[in-house]
């Protein structure tokens, strides 16, 4: 333990100049105090370590590790520190969604290295925070590095962060950066362009990410250097994991096309050679969104797996299940069914119950203005910010109720795994299957790739999570859906009566042929199914019309619908077709 | 305060009236006189108001300054307006330089109005005008002086700028290459290595 | 990123052959009713001007007679250095003097390929070879068409001190690259550079084949004038006794000793050649009865300290390192090899003397007399081993595994106690050589840590 009477003591002077730390952001900020550490224990506690600071976003708290700035003999600068980690909260990233806007941003400026991001993006936020406190309250922030840097921390790269802070505020060469020997023409070039960055996009900052990553490209690109640079600086990342247990940040999974024109190589402007390739630009953004690689509907949305991988930056503790989930929910949603009108007559709509805190992640339309206002003048969201939550009729009388659906999909090898690349079947089925549960009806959720395996939830279920998380597993095995599948739920006519869609391609006639080995063909059980189920029967096929004509006749005699798909997309038109039908009401 | 003061004196070039940013006479009708402007300033500073004689380029020279290149000595002659170079003789026969060399290699790379806006090029300007008069910035060294100014020097740090980003995208280039199918599919080997 | 970084079949074979419009021998090679089952494609990628310029390296390089002196570096090599130091960003800014450069080593090429790239190298010309890490970890290794084709020339050369020469023209196998792994790329392919004749690179392991008899069979059929590959390989080609006339065979990759090679010599009829060779610059010299010739003009060779940056002088023995090449996507300077050998010159040809892969290691009798992996190397090279890794551990018994048909456990235990004075633990294993082996180089190591004083 180090000497506790210093960290004591340390902690008088800091509680004392946390309020004056407050004001110099705002009089009316409204914060809690931070979380005081007296040892490196309490603080691996709250999940601090190598660091003596850090900012959590979720719950709007400030860590300080009082032994770490004991150790590191920074107790004479608390309001820098403070400050600064104030600066984290309410002025870059400041809140949940704007840090995994900027960090999908800087991830654009980092093709091929995106696990930088999270550093990048802290040092990007520390500049514009540093920078106004330094120049427009007149902390003394350079005096903060001057006392952390050691000649062990300088690299390249952190040459250029401090020769860049010499530029900002007009210090003479070598006082921050005070390793001369890594000094170059080339990282004064750099470093001054970096300024003025700062500089210009001070107000707009969430507009400068792309910009800075492309600048700090070159510097990241090994992945030694890299590490190596990250682990002497470990001790200012107080922000790399400010969204740490963030959940359900929703509108990510969009593609940022603003974010993508920033990505701008900042040399290239300045060396007048941008205007020439302006055109160029238009062009491969025509082709463009290949380059993007945007998908699904529209190209308009982020892979899964580059969506996975920016929500594990933005909350390191993300559970990749649930993210995926979030993923194939949020792009369903646009094309679900309506939610069921209620048209009972002598019930009021939406009787306000109460308040609750309005947090990122809510929509922005939930906000109750006046009462946020009331709470408090300066709006923090998950703090001072309310929404309003409205109780409904629970009396619903649903005049028809709707069929159950059975959705099969077809999991074999020529499946893409849903978690890596973008799957027309999963969102299909999601679209299909959340638009049946707004209904009110149960569904089942079966995945195949036979002979192997399946995936099946457990009967006709009406919990959301459980079917997604079905519905986007992945298994890769066998050749086709397996009809057997059937047998479980349909062999007996269940409560309930039932639709079935089957997604799969033409290598469902083969399954259909295969041999049983029992007295049963598949062709007899997927009859005897249909009829049980009582619904619908369609197999969605992923082939051209008139392969197979024969078979199909079977299929159409037996009352299964044969519907064609011969791209993907085509299985959107479908799942629309079929939610409309089956599940709109008017 | 004291003479010369580098932060003084862009406080000074960024208080630059609009006016001066005005092309020059050379160039539109309604542009500056520059050569009237010139000639008071070299009174200003030389302190010398009876002169008539100023070392000003010849006519074929005079018609090859770019309007970005007039606006700058423009500009200047307001930084020169300072009460600093009040009765700096010393620096008058240092001010042809300043405007026709030194602010003429700067010119391509500095967009005019950023000679005020930009607090790094105001410096810029001071310092290429301090160091072509020779004069010591208030509490540097010469070696200070020269690493800041060099440190700001717009010609420099394209040509740096230029260097480094052709070697960048190169590298860049290499990268993609090297992931491109054509390269991997490589050509025949003749023996174990 | 990294399944792009397998090899993949990208072209046409109008790209991988651009200067042969006649491609029915490779279609006779490729269909032929007992051609193995080829999981690749490749060409040689020549266009005209690579090809001249293929042929320009032979008339400049194949035909010198005499490299450098002792006294006298050769003549390319101020201009070699000048030119590097002004195009390749891993050595710019550098003087043109040799002394005043650091030696390299394979981790430089391997974290930073593309520095070592020229500026003015054309990146369309850019081919890719990926090692897979059977010798360290994987590596990136950029070269070009012509740099690669260079190598047939190189083996040209060698041959002329044999009398041989390759015929070259349509019809013909010229080269066959033998292998016998459990799996490698193959391919059947063509060479613009031969006229059109035959390159083939096939894998013995029966189940790269339809029938376990095709491998003979297809060879025969073809009967390819040059055999190469590796010992081990070449000792499963024997085991299967073809009837084949091979003009040579170029056995590279591990040391050749002195009973294989006798023994392929007698069977094939023909020189087997020991080529010392690198990934990184091609070959380099072939094994004759003073050490190994080198026979690129345009290597500059000198030996250095293993551990500290000191050049030795002539005659003294340490790590072999390589200036020069005509690989404009990796010129190398003072590149070091991992192997050791003396370095000698002969009427201005360079030899390197008792070559030896990587750093000695030491061996000890149990009384702790040291015994240098030399002195193991030229005892074993009498005897029909087609490879070996001995190994000693902290309680100095000696691991011992030989890869042979023939040689028995026995023979190896006699051996070895006479080098070890018969004060020594054994733990000696032979295996025998299959069509698919799955063994790396002859290796030594020890875990008593002593090297050479």
């Known amino acids: ?586 | 305060m004291s003479k010369y003061d580098v932060f003084e004196l862009v406080t000074h070039v960024r208080k630059c009236p609009e006016l001066f940013f005005k092309s020059s006479s050379f160039l539109v009708k309604e542009g500056l006189n520059s050569i009237a402007l010139l000639c008071d300033t070299y009174r200003t500073v030389s302190g010398n108001f009876l002169n008539t004689v100023f070392k000003i380029p010849s006519g074929d020279h005079l018609k090859a300054i770019g309007e970005n290149h007039w606006r700058a000595i423009h500009i200047s002659t307001w930084l020169l307006s300072h009460q600093d170079f009040k009765n700096a003789s010393f620096a008058e026969e240092k001010l042809y330089d300043f405007w026709f060399e030194e602010l003429r290699h700067a010119s391509p790379y500095v967009k005019f109005n950023e000679w005020v806006s930009d607090d790094e090029r105001a410096e810029e300007m001071v310092r290429l005008l301090l160091n072509c008069c020779q004069i010591l910035p208030n509490g540097e060294n010469p070696e200070e002086a020269a690493d800041k100014l060099s440190s700001l020097n717009s010609a420099e740090r394209h040509n740096v700028l230029k260097k480094s980003y052709k070697a960048n995208e190169r590298i860049m280039d290499i990268k993609r290459q090297m992931e491109e199918k054509r390269a991997r599919e490589a050509a025949n080997t003749y023996g174990r290595e | 990123m990294d399944a792009s970084s397998k090899p993949q079949i990208a072209l046409t074979d109008e790209e991988r052959f651009p200067l042969l419009d006649d491609l029915s021998f490779l279609n006779a090679l490729k269909q032929d009713e007992f051609a193995p089952k080829f999981n690749f494609k490749s060409g040689d990628r020549l266009d005209a001007v690579n090809l001249s310029k293929v042929k320009a390296y032979k008339k400049k390089n194949c035909e010198e007679k005499s490299f450098w002196t002792q006294e006298q570096t050769p003549i390319w090599l101020n201009e070699y250095l000048k030119w590097s130091s002004e195009t390749v960003p891993f050595y710019k800014n550098k003087s043109n003097i040799l002394n005043s450069f650091p030696t390299t080593n394979r981790d430089d090429i391997r974290k930073n390929p593309h520095l070592f790239v020229s500026d003015e190298a054309d990146l369309y010309e850019l081919l890719v070879y990926h090692t897979s890490g059977s010798t360290g970890p994987k590596l990136d290794v950029l070269f070009d068409a012509v740099s690669q084709a260079s190598w047939v020339p190189q083996i040209e050369s060698i041959l002329q001190d044999f009398n041989i020469s390759i015929t070259s023209c349509k019809k013909t196998v010229a080269i066959a690259l033998i292998c016998a792994q459990e799996k490698t790329l193959t391919y059947a392919s063509l060479s613009a550079y031969l006229k059109g004749a035959g390159i083939l690179k096939i894998n013995l392991n029966t189940s790269d084949w339809n029938h376990p008899d095709d491998a003979v069979k297809y060879l025969e059929k073809f009967n390819p004038q040059i055999l190469t590959g590796d010992p081990l390989a070449f000792m499963a080609l024997l085991d299967l006794k073809p009837k084949l006339t091979p003009k040579a065979m170029v056995s590279s990759a591990m040391k050749l000793t002195k009973g294989t090679k006798d023994t392929l010599e007698s069977y094939f009829k023909c020189p087997v050649i020991d080529l010392y060779s690198l990934t990184e610059c091609r070959n380099i010299a072939y094994a004759t009865g003073i050490g190994h010739k080198v026979i690129r003009p345009d290597l500059y060779l000198e030996i250095f300290d293993e551990f500290d940056d000191i050049a030795l002088p002539y005659g003294e023995r340490g790590e072999l390192v390589v200036t020069g090449g005509s690989n404009p996507f990796l010129p190398l300077i003072r590149y070091r090899t991992g192997d050791f050998c003396r370095l000698k010159i002969e009427n201005g040809i360079p030899f390197l003397i008792d070559l030896e892969a990587r750093n000695p290691v030491v061996f000890n009798t149990k009384s702790g007399i040291k015994i240098n992996n030399i002195d193991v190397s030229n005892v074993l090279s009498e005897i029909p081993l087609a490879g070996f890794k001995m190994h000693q551990r902290k309680d100095k018994l000696i691991q011992f595994i030989g890869y042979s048909n023939e040689v028995t456990a026995e023979v190896i235990i006699d051996l070895l106690n006479i080098i070890f004075k018969n004060d020594i633990n054994l733990d000696v294993e032979i295996q025998k050589i299959s069509q698919n082996n799955d063994v790396e180089k002859t290796k030594y190591s020890s875990e008593l840590i002593s090297f050479c004083d």
């Not at chain 1, 080339?186 to 990410?209: C, E, M, N, P, T």
């Not at chain 1, 059980?525 to 008139?546: C, F, R, Y």
Request: charged residues 25%.
């Open chain 1, 1 to 586: 333990m180090h000497n506790q009477f210093e960290i004591e003591k340390t902690l008088a002077l800091w509680k004392s100049l946390w309020p004056q730390a407050k004001l110099e952001w705002n009089p009316l900020l409204r914060l809690q105090e931070p979380i005081w550490c007296l040892s490196h224990q309490e603080a691996k506690e709250e999940g601090l370590t190598g660091s003596f600071a850090m900012i959590r976003l979720t719950d709007h708290r400030i860590v300080i590790n009082l032994e770490e700035i004991v150790e590191r003999h920074i107790e004479g600068y608390a309001l820098e520190v403070l400050a600064h980690e104030i600066g984290h909260h309410i002025f870059t990233p400041a809140n949940l969604y704007d840090n995994a806007i900027l960090l999908n941003r800087i991830r654009f400026g980092l093709p091929g290295i995106e696990n930088r991001a999270p550093m990048v993006s802290n040092l990007y936020a520390d500049f514009l925070i540093n920078d106004k406190l330094q120049r427009v309250n007149k902390l003394s922030m350079s005096e903060v590095y001057k006392a952390i840097n050691t000649e062990d921390t300088f690299t390249e790269f952190w040459t250029l962060m401090m020769r860049t802070y010499e530029y900002l505020w007009r210090l003479n060469r070598g006082e921050l950066a005070t390793k001369l020997s890594l000094h170059s023409k080339k990282i004064d070039a750099d470093a001054s362009l970096l300024a003025s960055l700062i500089r210009s996009y001070s107000k707009d900052w969430i507009h400068g990410g792309g910009r800075f990553a492309v600048m700090l490209y070159p510097y990241l690109m090994e992945d030694q250097t890299f590490n190596e640079a990250r682990k002497k600086i470990l001790v200012l990342l107080d922000a790399e994991d400010a969204g740490l247990g963030a959940m359900d940040i929703s509108g990510m999974t969009e593609l940022d096309l603003e974010g993508y024109d920033e990505i701008i190589d900042m040399r290239k402007e300045a060396l007048g050679l941008a205007d020439g390739d302006a055109e160029k630009k238009e062009d491969s953004l025509g082709s463009g969104q290949n380059k993007l690689g945007g998908h699904g509907p529209r190209n308009g949305y982020m892979g899964p797996g580059n969506y996975i991988d920016l929500m594990k930056q933005v909350n390191p503790k993300a559970d990749e299940q649930r993210l995926i989930n979030a993923y194939y929910k949020e792009i369903a949603l646009p094309h679900l069914i309506d939610f069921p009108i209620e048209t009972s007559e002598n019930v009021s709509l939406n009787l306000p119950e109460g308040l609750e805190t309005w947090d990122i992640g809510d929509a922005i339309e939930e906000v109750d203005w006046l009462q946020s206002a009331i709470q408090s003048p300066s709006l923090i969201p998950g703090l001072t910010m309310q929404k309003r939550t409205y109780g409904s009729d629970s009396d619903n009388e649903v005049s028809e109720s709707p069929l159950n659906v059975y959705i099969g999909i077809d999991c074999s090898g020529s499946m893409m795994n849903p978690k890596h690349n973008f799957s027309w079947p999963v969102l299909a089925a999601t679209i299909i299957g959340l638009s049946a549960l707004r209904a009110g009806a149960s569904v089942m959720g079966c995945l195949s790739g036979e002979p192997g395996s399946y995936l099946e939830t457990n009967g006709f279920i009406t919990d959301e999570t459980d079917l997604l998380t079905t519905l986007t597993s992945y298994l890769g095995t066998g050749y086709a859906y397996g009809i057997e599948r059937l047998r479980k739920p349909f062999e007996e006519k269940p409560n309930k009566k039932s639709h079935i869609v089957i997604v799969t391609d033409n290598d469902i006639f083969s399954m259909l042929e295969s041999d049983t080995q029992t007295e049963q063909t598949h062709w007899e059980l997927a009859e005897i199914a249909l009829k049980n189920a009582g619904g619908h029967g369609t197999m969605v096929l992923h082939s051209q019309p008139d392969y197979n004509k024969d078979l199909v006749i079977r299929l159409h005699k037996m009352g299964w619908n044969v519907y064609y798909v011969t791209n993907e997309a085509e299985l959107l038109k479908f799942a629309l077709e079929f939610s409309q039908q089956n599940y709109a009401y008017v």
